[in-house]
């Protein structure tokens, strides 16, 4: 068969306009999302049984399912419960960031276990008071270790935020399909979405590396 | 809120079917997986640029693009190209499969690496070949050093296989899809759905906890 690739170049704008909406869905949801997995990181770690029990359950929950089947959950079933109407965007607001918040709850977690417990010893040989020890020792160092994980989380948030085309989001890969149905031209068309999500992803997961390596030189020390 | 529940319509029969689908799904894409990614890893790690570059534009173009675009893509694009016409299950199976095989090469690469360059000097004074040297010392104890990361990528692919619903196979989601827009239930539907995935991947990600922890100790 003959490939036209030239068939783009007329979807240019609506391809376009699907990308705008995938990256901003991605960067709202990264956003809230962080400070979500932040909140719910130290929840897990903090010493209330409730607020533990709580926070452990959700984040195995959203772990543990589909990411598709949150998503329809949210878009069918979230209306009829809370009773109002929700716009396709705030849904898929809702879902991507319930997603982000957990696994970047774990990645939380994680950093802040890996700050060793000789730190904490020194903190109390030296007298600091709690809040200086949590703010000023561990913190900066938690977070400094989350950062590699965070940025891969994001990297995934990118691509699943695809999945909001199959609940009638208008993201690229929902402007890519369409197009791709209505000119009968899929193989032209579902590539370059393919490849538009490439481009975008890899020169990330290679920035993760990168930086990955600078921090841990940097920890080291 | 004033909804009432009623559990009672939702017929678990096409629940069930749906979630056998889905198992053999996420274990035939294992199977290919697991295998299929020790080779690749081999590939990726090959002095020979001509076999390295390719395995590794295999392994990032996977890894770096939604799960959703591969499998329209290959639902889609696979039988224009090459003129092949497989069974949707066959095409489900192979695109979790490729997916997962880009997933363990990565984790098969680091635990490749991660074998004592002794080993492999003590395999050439015994004049093992080659073939052997991988055969006998580093795919055991690569094998067995990326069980965890294998079993979570696993486990992943069971979640990820909720897409093929999209492509209309007749996995649990696409059960649950129909059976929602049936019984005008979507909540009871996609709860029960929800709570069936669960089920089966949470045990799962408590045996990869502990053998996790289990080799920490065992590291320290």
């Given amino acids: ?221 | 809120m004033n909804y009432s529940f009623d559990f009672q319509s939702i017929s678990f029969a096409p629940l069930w079917e749906g979630l056998m689908v889905t198992l053999e799904l996420t274990a035939a894409a294992n199977i290919i997986g697991i295998v299929g990614g020790f080779l690749l890893a081999l590939l990726i790690m090959s002095p020979i640029a001509v076999i390295r570059l390719p395995a590794m534009l295999f392994v990032e173009f996977f890894r770096c693009t939604p799960a959703i675009v591969q499998i329209v893509w290959f639902f889609y694009c696979v039988p224009m190209l090459f003129n092949v016409f497989l069974g949707s299950m066959t095409m489900g199976i192979l695109a979790l499969g490729f997916n997962l095989m880009a997933f363990n090469a990565e984790a098969y690469r680091a635990s490749i690496q991660a074998v004592p360059r002794e080993q492999i000097d003590a395999g050439i004074a015994l004049g093992l070949n080659p073939f052997q040297r991988i055969l006998y010392i580093v795919l055991p104890t690569a094998f067995r050093a990326s069980i965890p990361v294998l079993l979570t990528n696993g486990i992943g692919i069971f979640q990820q296989s909720a897409l093929v619903a999209i492509v209309a196979v007749q996995d649990l989601m696409y059960q649950g899809k129909t059976l929602a827009t049936e019984t005008y239930r979507p909540i009871e539907t996609f709860t029960v759905v929800a709570l069936i995935y669960f089920a089966v991947s949470f045990p799962v990600t408590q045996v990869v906890g502990y053998l996790e922890r289990r080799r920490q100790l065992l590291m320290n």
């Fill in chain 1, 1 to 221: 068969m003959a490939l036209d690739f030239s068939i783009i170049l007329r979807f240019q704008d609506a391809l376009l306009l699907g990308l705008w909406m995938t990256l901003k869905l991605t960067l709202i949801c990264v956003i809230l999302g962080c400070t979500l997995g932040f909140l719910v990181g130290l929840a897990r770690t903090s010493r209330s049984v409730m607020l533990r029990a709580i926070s452990s359950i959700y984040v195995e929950f959203f772990r543990g399912t589909p990411v598709l089947i949150q998503l329809f959950w949210i878009f069918f079933c979230l209306p009829l419960i809370l009773g109002i109407e929700l716009s396709n965007l705030a849904s898929g607001v809702i879902a991507l960031t319930l997603y982000m918040g957990a696994i970047t709850s774990e990645t939380f977690r994680a950093s802040l276990k890996s700050v060793g417990p000789e730190q904490l010893d020194a903190c109390i040989a030296l007298g600091l008071p709690r809040r200086i020890q949590v703010i000023n020792v561990i913190l900066p160092q938690a977070v400094l270790r989350a950062i590699p994980t965070l940025l891969s989380n994001c990297v995934s948030l990118f691509k699943e935020s695809a999945l909001v085309s199959a609940v009638g989001m208008a993201d690229l890969m929902f402007v890519g399909q369409n197009i791709s149905n209505n000119t009968a031209r899929p193989v032209e068309v579902l590539t370059i979405v393919a490849l538009i999500y490439f481009v975008i992803a890899f020169p990330l997961t290679r920035a993760v590396s990168l930086i990955e390596r600078r921090i841990l030189a940097k920890l080291a020390i």
